[in-house]
């Protein structure tokens, strides 16, 4: 039987690859929506939802491992 957390921590490795992969090399900036869209990601949950949560805690993730920084409306590369 699979690991959950194993499988846990393969997920959120794809997903941080999957962000990493759609913000621009030239280092401009996204917003996170664009980003989930980007990735495919995206949930459309109606109004006052939070559509890019999945990308807000994995952009989250990767600012506080030094790899992406958060800039005025939204993300760039480090």
């Known amino acids: 039987m699979n690991d959950p957390k194993l499988l846990a921590k393969q997920a959120e490795d794809l997903l941080k690859e999957a962000v990493l992969a759609v913000l621009p090399a030239d280092k401009s900036m996204l917003g996170a929506a664009a980003i989930s869209r980007r990735a495919g990601i ?8 939070i559509n890019d949560g999945i ?13 992406v920084d958060k800039v005025d409306g939204g993300w760039k590369l480090k």
């Not at 807000?56 to 790899?67: H, R």
């Open 55 to 67: 990308a807000q805690g994995i952009l989250n993730l990767l600012y506080d491992e030094g790899k």
């Open 42 to 49: 995206y949930r459309e949950h109606g109004q006052g939802g």
